[in-house]
């Protein structure tokens, strides 16, 4: 999967889910649920909400997207983009 995010958008949310998950296999294992590979758990989750409404100003409530929604790089990515 592509993604279509600005590139400063798309390096920023790589750093801070490589933080969150203490791994840079974020960076390539983009389309591969974060949560199965256990690189996310419901606390890193709301960890990575409560800094990405900090770094970006967008605001996404853990009951507003489903897991299915944001359990990857990518899909991470867009939600961000798409509120932006």
Same mark, same amino acid.
């Given at each position: 999967?592509?993604?279509?995010?600005?590139?400063?958008?798309?390096?920023?949310?790589?750093?801070?889910?490589?933080?969150?998950?203490?791994?840079? @296999?974020?960076?390539?294992?983009?389309?591969?649920?974060?949560?199965?590979?256990?690189?996310?758990?419901?606390?890193?989750?709301?960890?990575?909400?409560?800094?990405?409404?900090?770094?970006?100003?967008?605001?996404?409530?853990?009951?507003?997207? @489903?897991?299915?929604?944001?359990?990857?790089?990518?899909?991470?990515?867009?939600?961000?983009?798409?509120?932006?």
């Amino acid at each position: 999967m592509t993604c279509n995010a600005p590139e400063h958008v798309e390096e920023q949310l790589l750093d801070l889910l490589e933080q969150i998950c203490e791994s840079d @296999a974020v960076r390539f294992r983009r389309d591969e649920d974060l949560f199965a590979l256990g690189l996310l758990d419901s606390m890193a989750a709301v960890e990575l909400l409560v800094s990405i409404e900090d770094d970006f100003g967008v605001s996404i409530a853990p009951t507003e997207v @489903a897991r299915e929604e944001m359990n990857t790089v990518n899909l991470i990515i867009e939600q961000v983009v798409k509120r932006l």
